[in-house]
């Protein structure tokens, strides 16, 4: 590799469980020995209850960018803007002076199932579903603002203002409430209209909420500068330095994994999973049991996402005693597909995509005696792919010639054998990228874009270190067990 080049981007991922932040140059290559990784943790309940305390969030990305901030004191490298993306669906309640009246709460939290299906009885859906991009569901915060006020009135009341994560973040860093978000982390709200590119107020309007209750919205191009006195002073490096607001971690994976054109399609498996392909013009219809988020001013995020992933994996291996998945990786690999007489609906933090259910759980069928932990696991992790399947011929209904899907996230990329069944479930080529952190790579190349230091998304692809062929005779075994699992689907929760 080439000597680093200037410009350089400090990157930061905000993810589910760990924030993850690096330099990297001009070129969108990372800077040898400057990616770090702080933990978080959030807390889960069996009521549904996936929260975190934003001061928890706080010291991990603030943490993460010290780090960052000493190594490039040591290499002599001056940063010329921040780029950052989130976990996105996150939202906390601030009180009139920014203060936290609650923890925040994640996409996976489902205590709110009740309200979501109030919602879906008094509001066209089809209508807000076309006007949003999202569906009526616990991902999303319409059915939240209800909740707080069903259970919480107390603090329902005290509530001026609902924020992301990065959004609440920059009101802390710069020392105002006047602090834009991004359309593409609004979108992931499931309020921004858009096509009109502001919050859709008929939603706003029934759920009892103003625009002055939201931030205002902005393009990610526009950045933030002028650190407050505390942050000016802990990081003396940054203090005029342009921090743009965040995108949603789906968008930046799209783009730092070079899945900036219909036929590169992102897919990802990390803790939950998502399929995703970014739209250059106009916004596009909506598949029912998609959905589509703003990037941009003239490019849309169209996919589907679930709460599984590398989460049944780790269930697996806690729950199952089973060896971490590298090791598993050669015992799957010798077995057939489909071999194991289990079908399965891999819905233990809920359904998103395709159906959206509100009261979804994780569903063995086919149990006996004779069924192995080893079993348990292929069949779960084949029943992943087989969501994505479902979401490709919604997303996909014509393949275009040179379709691939990209991989990307640690759980996917630990296990060849994954890799391969995706590409059998998909019956198309699954390549996976020389860049690990594609995530915040994408945070980085939306900088670069932003600052004008690269005319187009698409200008700077990452390379390619393998490729996954799908299987024909494999292929038609998936497509039976998908078809079973399909059954099993109706007969349990349609």
């Known amino acids: 590799m080439s000597e680093p080049q200037q410009p350089f981007i400090l990157a930061v991922d905000i993810g589910t469980s760990s924030v993850k932040a690096g330099l990297y140059d001009g070129a969108a290559n990372s800077v040898k020995g400057t990616l770090v990784s702080v933990a978080h943790e959030q807390t889960l309940g069996s009521d549904g209850t996936v929260e975190e305390p934003v001061e928890r969030i706080e010291v991990a990305v603030e943490a993460a960018i010290d780090r960052v901030l000493s190594i490039a004191a040591e290499l002599n490298i001056e940063i010329a803007a921040v780029g950052m993306d989130s976990m996105a669906s996150t939202i906390l309640a601030v009180d009139s002076d920014g203060s936290p009246l609650t923890p925040v709460y994640t996409y996976a939290d489902t205590r709110t199932a009740e309200d979501v299906e109030r919602l879906r009885t008094e509001l066209d859906i089809d209508a807000v579903h076309d ?14 603002v209800r909740w707080l006020e069903r259970t919480q009135p107390g603090v329902a009341a005290l509530v001026a203002r ?48 103003r625009t002055g209750n939201l931030p205002r919205l902005a393009p990610y191009t526009e950045p933030h500068s002028g650190l407050c006195p505390a942050f000016a002073s802990r990081w003396p490096k940054l203090a005029n ?61 169209l ?17 199952l005693r089973l060896p971490p998945l590298e090791k598993l990786d050669s015992e799957l690999a010798g077995r057939s597909a489909d071999a194991h007489g289990l079908t399965v609906l891999p819905f233990l933090a809920g359904e998103r995509a395709t159906g959206w259910s509100t ?38 209904p014509q393949r275009m010639p040179g379709l691939r899907f990209v991989a990307s996230g640690g759980a996917v990329r630990s296990s060849a054998w994954w890799l391969q069944t995706m590409a059998d479930a998909l019956d198309a080529p699954v390549v996976v990228n020389v860049e690990e952190q594609g995530t915040s790579r994408g945070a980085a190349i939306l900088a ?46 349609a």
């Open 131 to 144: 006007r949003t991009g999202a569906m009526q569901h616990t991902s999303y915060v319409p059915g939240r």
């Open 162 to 209: 609902w924020l992301d994560v990065p959004t609440y973040l920059f009101t802390r860093w710069f020392g105002t409430q006047d602090v834009a978000a991004s359309y593409s982390i609004s979108a992931w709200s499931g309020m921004l209209n858009r096509r009109e590119l502001q919050w859709d107020r008929q939603l706003l309007n029934h759920i009892g909420l």
């Open 241 to 301: 330095t342009p921090f743009f607001p965040a995108v949603g971690d789906g968008a930046a994976v799209n783009v730092g994994t070079g899945c900036a054109s219909p036929e590169r399609v992102a897919l990802s498996v990390g803790t939950t999973s998502a399929m995703r392909v970014l739209v250059e013009g106009d916004s596009p219809q909506v598949p029912r049991g998609l959905w589509a988020y703003r990037l941009g001013r003239s490019a849309t995020l």
């Open 303 to 319: 996919g589907g996402a679930f709460s599984e992933g590398g989460l049944l994996v780790e269930w697996a291996q806690n729950v």
């Open 359 to 396: 009261r979804a759980t994780g569903v063995f069928e086919g149990l006996r005696t004779s069924t192995s932990g080893l079993d348990m696991v292929q069949a779960m992790m084949e029943s992943v792919s087989l969501r994505f399947a479902l979401v490709a011929d919604l997303l996909l």
């Open 448 to 493: 670069l874009h932003a600052l004008g230091k690269i005319d187009s998304l698409h200008d700077l692809q990452p390379q390619v270190s393998a490729t996954y062929q799908p299987r024909p005779a494999v292929t038609a075994v998936l497509r039976a067990a998908g078809a079973r699992q399909r059954r099993l689907y109706d007969r349990v929760l």
